[in-house]
């Protein structure tokens, strides 16, 4: 992969190892938008998604020394701005007040609005979503961690995971339903 500048991907990791700003800035220039598609989906606004992505890249360039070359670095990237957007849920979860699960209501078996949605039509609706369910159903769903691996980075129960992706769910089929009462067609 090659910067408009013609530089390639390797020798601005390579000098960012040296700890050239120069070279820095040109990798976050590079990866800015990457970073901001994923740091979105995690977070309710742009504001808190570019905290998230600068909060990232700074623990980016502090680990490259580290950074195996023989690795994709889009995917080691990825992994820090998810565990950046996680951290930063989690300190949010701290000062959230909990609903207990229990006392809320049950949960609709009805999947059809869910399953005739596109990936854009729910990233669409997702920004709807309390946070705690935006950021398990981007966990589960799209970036493919377990309940197990959820309940871990979160600190809760992987029966809360599992609960929380299911509301995710049931509140997507509900905003989905309202859609096509509002339009008198299906969202496509």
Known sequence: MHT??????EEIISQCKTGSL???????????????GIGMRYCLNRDDSLEVVND????????IGKFNNDKPFKAWLRTIIVNT????RR???KYMLNVE???TAPISN???????????????????????????????EIDGYSHDEIA??????????????SRAKEKLRAMLKSEEQNHGRSVR
Request: hydrophobic share 45%.
């Open 91 to 93: 300190k949010e979860m």
């Open 110 to 140: 009805n999947a059809n609005a869910i399953d005739n949605l596109g990936v854009q039509d729910i990233l669409n609706l997702m920004k709807e979503l309390p946070p705690i369910q935006l950021t398990i159903f981007n966990l589960y």
């Open 56 to 63: 990232a890249f700074i623990k980016v360039f502090s680990a």
């Open 152 to 165: 871990q980075l979160l600190a809760i129960p992987a029966s809360s995971s599992r609960v929380y992706l």
């Open 22 to 36: 120069k070279y820095q800035e040109l990798l976050y220039k590079q990866f800015y938008g990457y970073a901001m």
């Open 85 to 88: 957007a996680i951290d930063r």
């Open 101 to 103: 699960l229990e006392n």
């Open 4 to 9: 408009p500048r013609g530089i390639a991907e």
